[in-house]
């Protein structure tokens, strides 16, 4: 079955069974690449500048300008420079090549082209207006990273929670242990007050506390960007009108002076990594959580994070035109509706699983699982048809981390779904990858970890000074 978009057809070897017309990035990409290298390719760099002046590159090739496929190479680049955006984060891009590529990228990632949220989200969380760089590949700035450790402190008596948008989870660790875990439903996107976001976090630290003979430490992980345990910019927060949000800003800095505790709070994407590195041992890692939004994190050769935002949720892996919109930024065939609780029961309706219109997504999840459990046919399509996604998207993601473990775990992954998301996953990978399937760990983690990885990651995050008391 050929699937078509920008003049250019692809033909997955595997094919989404409740979603037929899922074109998957990489393999638009790959064909792509093929036809650039056919007709005499020219170079393409790009790099994105953050904002403390660290770089990330990226090299490809381009079907000439004065050749055809003009739309599938504006297709192609502009979907790079987006995942290249939510996936290393910048507030400049360069793109060295020709001048029309650079011309239309500058044109679409403007307060007036179609990527206008994508330039006033990126000018935010950095600080600096966003701007679009045209240049020639040789004056593209060189490679940059940086990378730090983190985490991985077990002394003592700490706190871990974890910031979803349909519950709030926190876990009680005594030297490396999880001595108690809950969750709490809780509904902050619709919450405008910033006192309703402290109270229910403050609330979590100390019931979790309360099991524990003291209180050491606090780590935490939520949705969204954070430098410094200030909040840049995340949906959770994102019924705090704008007159209010330095009151978000603050929030884990003022839940820290309170405590009188050391506290560190980071991506959950980041925990996400942290733990997958802390449970295999070895690197590098990428985790991917399936849960009220996509989390990412990436744990780097030396188990280090690398200062990318890893935003995997607005990043596209489906390139058909009519792909399904995120709600928040209004893009197009972005991880969001992929894998998570709403791209799971985005799958299950337009299949005919009928739920109560009043009943919230992670309701719908749990009577998805029911249905699996309990043997129903359609349920297992609509985790097939994920575990399609998965595999395609993993083999796009190969295109921009170096990877060795993909470790996915989250709400969308619990009970017998879990399992045929990863055995499909796994079969995209043989059928249309079988270099990466050769190379490629994807896995659920054991259920030692499923049940206290996470919670022991977010907890070690901070150190305690002076060790333990």
């Known amino acids: 079955m050929g699937l078509h978009v920008a003049g250019i057809e692809v033909t997955p070897a595997v094919i989404a069974p409740l979603d037929r017309e899922f074109l998957p990035a990489a393999l638009f990409s790959r064909k792509y690449r093929q036809l650039a290298s056919a007709s005499g390719a020219v170079p393409l760099r790009l790099a994105v500048e953050r904002g403390d002046g660290s770089i990330s590159t990226y090299e490809t090739v381009l079907i000439p300008p004065k ?11 502009e979907r790079i420079v987006k995942m290249l955006l939510w996936q290393r984060g910048g507030w400049k891009v360069y793109v060295g090549g020709p001048a029309e590529i650079g011309d239309h990228i500058r044109q679409v990632y403007s307060p007036t082209g179609t990527r206008k949220f994508d330039y006033e989200f990126m000018g935010d969380v950095y600080e600096h207006k966003f701007e679009v760089v045209a240049t020639t590949a040789d004056r593209v700035p060189q490679r940059k990273e940086t990378s730090v450790p983190l985490g991985r402190h077990l002394d003592g008596c700490r706190v871990g929670f974890d910031l979803g948008a349909s519950d709030r989870k926190a876990s009680a660790v005594v030297n490396g242990q999880a001595v108690f875990s809950e969750e709490v439903v809780w509904d902050p996107r619709n919450a405008s007050d910033p006192e309703y976001h402290y109270q229910g976090v403050m609330d979590s630290i100390k019931r979790a506390a309360s099991h524990m003979p003291r209180l050491d430490a606090v780590g935490g992980s939520a949705a969204g960007v954070y430098i410094n345990n200030r909040v840049r910019v995340a949906s959770l927060y994102r019924g705090v009108p704008k007159s ?50 996509q989390a990412a994190g990436y744990a780097d050769h030396e188990g280090n994070i690398t200062g990318w935002l890893n935003e995997l949720a607005f990043a596209p892996i489906d390139y058909r035109a009519n792909a ?54 359609l349920a297992k399509r609509v985790y097939e048809t994920i575990g399609t996604y998965l595999g395609y998207g993993v083999a796009h993601y190969a295109d921009f981390y170096a990877l060795k473990h993909v470790l996915i775990l989250g709400r969308v992954t619990t009970g017998q779904g879990g399992e045929i998301i990863l055995k499909k996953s796994l079969e995209v990978l043989r059928a249309d990858f079988p270099e990466l399937a050769s190379r490629i760990s994807v896995a659920l983690p054991d259920e030692a970890n499923r049940r206290v990885g996470q919670s022991i990651a977010a907890a070690s995050l901070p150190a305690i000074q002076g060790g333990k008391r």
Not at 263 to 286: F, H, I, K, R, Y
Not at 329 to 350: E, H, K, L, M, P
């Open 67 to 77: 050749a055809a496929h003009v739309d599938a190479t504006h297709l192609y680049v």
């Open 244 to 293: 209010q949000f330095e009151k978000i800003a603050s929030l884990f800095l003022r839940i820290r002076d309170e405590l009188g505790v050391p506290l560190e709070v980071v991506n959950d994407g980041e925990v996400t990594a942290l733990a997958g590195s802390m449970s295999l041992n070895d690197n590098p890692v990428l985790g991917v959580a399936l849960g009220s939004s």
């Open 324 to 377: 399904p919109a995120d709600e928040w930024s209004g893009d197009i065939g972005c991880g969001v509706q992929y894998f998570s609780q709403q791209g799971s029961n985005r799958v299950a309706t337009c299949a005919g699983l009928q739920f109560p219109a009043d009943m919230p997504l992670p309701e719908r999840l749990v009577a998805l699982q029911k249905k699996m459990a309990a043997g129903d046919p």
